[in-house]
């Protein structure tokens, strides 16, 4: 049997996949391994979601199956991801759940769960967790069962957390904040208000149908008119649950998760701030955010892809900055997990306090033409052991040199290999990648 948890908790299509029995179920028991884990007091969660139709439904699944297995329910309504992990951290509770499937589409959802502090979960609790789905369990009675509660201040208290980890007012700045129609609709435009910026909010009615359609990080077309047409000096993409952020400088050019990095990093070094003089990102970041840190003396670690592999090492090593080309990151001292609202607070006041617009700082790392061309197969591992696949990378490698990099990536889940090229110009990285996908599809 598939594990069921992912790289990001339990997703799936709401009422398929992902019903709310199993909701249930894996709130129990997320509770049972809790407790058992310490036993001295009640275990007490935090319950958040973005407002995607079937969280409604989903929240009261979850919420059930916590109070029945004696947890007592902190439930937080809508907000970001980010915020439901810090209110874990500050209301000092045992556990927290995210109802989100983040930036996919609207009939999916998910459940994602973070360990006491706000951190994720390790990949043994979670199966611990899974593996006491079936368990036969006696469940507490009368006073044993957990209570619920709502907490009127749970925004407020993320507001402020947020803006305490701003260092420079942004007076001056007009931004156009594209919210998906998720989490971050009432949050995002508040904040940057609060900040100083002047706001103008897109996609920020969300109806539970709405969520990240044709809106958002991942589709950032609409935000690039409303900045045009609002003379605005960048705009700023969230995702559904609001955990990652992109923008678009002013004349709409696009600032992805590597760029804002590279600034990011930069500010922070410049402040003593960036710990080892270390940014840590994944295999598909840019090429050009390597040459750019290079040229500036930061170090860059690379791990897999996903924000799970980004914070363990972010953690083992204290690192201070990390993330993903899509706009996932990292600042460990502010937040135990990617958040949208605190990487564009940060973004916005670097440009405050230096003068300079969002290209001018983005200017420090120029994108490579990046091509990724997805190859199915019929044996993944033959792929990987391949001499000739090694041969074809090899001279591939030294054709490009070090203005150029190869990273042949298999899929996770399906039988399928990722070609992905990147080289100084596009018709380049493209003929290589179509040359060791040729290479790769020949392999039986």
Do not use: W
């Amino acid at each position: 049997m598939a594990r069921l948890f992912g790289t990001d908790g339990v997703r799936g299509l709401a009422n398929g996949a992902l019903k709310p029995e199993l909701a249930l179920a894996l709130s129990a028991s997320a509770a049972r391994v809790l407790a058992a884990h310490d036993r001295t007091h009640r275990p007490i969660a935090v319950v958040g979601r973005d407002p995607r139709l079937s969280g409604e439904m989903l929240e009261g699944a979850v919420v059930a199956g916590l109070a029945s297995a004696g947890a007592d329910v902190l439930r937080v309504g809508v907000l970001p991801t980010p915020a439901v992990a810090y209110l874990v951290g500050i209301l000092n509770a045992d556990l927290g759940v995210m109802i989100s499937a983040s930036h996919n589409p609207m009939p999916d959802n998910g459940i994602k769960f973070f360990a006491a502090g706000g951190h994720k979960l390790p990949d043994g609790i979670e199966d611990e967790i899974e593996a006491g789905l079936e368990a036969d369990v006696n469940r507490p009675t009368g006073s044993g069962i957990g209570r619920v509660t709502d907490v009127a201040d749970a925004v407020d208290r993320y507001l402020d957390h947020l803006l305490s980890a701003t260092p420079h007012p942004l007076a001056g700045i007009r931004v156009v904040v594209d919210c998906a129609n998720g989490a971050s609709a009432s949050a995002a435009p508040e904040v940057y208000r609060r900040a100083g910026a002047e706001v103008i909010a897109i996609h920020a009615d969300p109806d539970g149908v709405n969520i990240n359609d044709d809106c958002g990080s991942n589709h950032p077309d609409q935000l690039r008119a409303a900045v045009l047409e609002h003379k605005a000096d960048l705009g700023i993409a969230h995702d559904g649950d609001a955990d990652r952020c992109v923008a678009v400088d002013a004349d709409g050019e696009l600032v992805d998760g590597d760029q804002i990095m590279a600034v990011l990093a930069l500010a922070m070094a410049e402040a003593g701030e960036l710990k080892d003089d270390t940014l840590v990102a994944t295999v598909m970041s840019n090429l050009g955010l390597h040459l750019a840190m290079r040229a500036h003396g930061v170090n860059v670690l690379t791990t897999a892809v996903g924000d799970r592999y980004v914070l363990e090492e972010l953690r083992t090593g204290g690192y201070a900055l990390g993330g993903e080309q899509s706009g996932h990151v990292v600042l460990p001292a502010y937040a135990t997990t990617g958040d949208g609202l605190l990487t564009a607070l940060r973004l916005m006041s670097r440009m405050a306090s230096t003068g300079k617009s969002i290209a001018e700082l983005a200017g420090v790392m120029q994108r490579l033409p990046q091509v990724l061309v997805n190859v199915r197969v019929a044996d993944k591992a033959a792929v990987a052991i391949s001499s000739a696949v090694r041969d074809a990378v090899d001279a591939v490698e030294a054709e490009l040199g070090e203005e150029g990099r190869v990273l042949l990536r298999p899929s996770g889940t399906e039988q399928l290999v990722r070609v992905m090229v990147e080289a100084p110009a596009q018709d380049t990285a493209q003929a290589a990648a179509d040359r060791l996908a040729g290479v790769v599809s020949a392999v039986s």
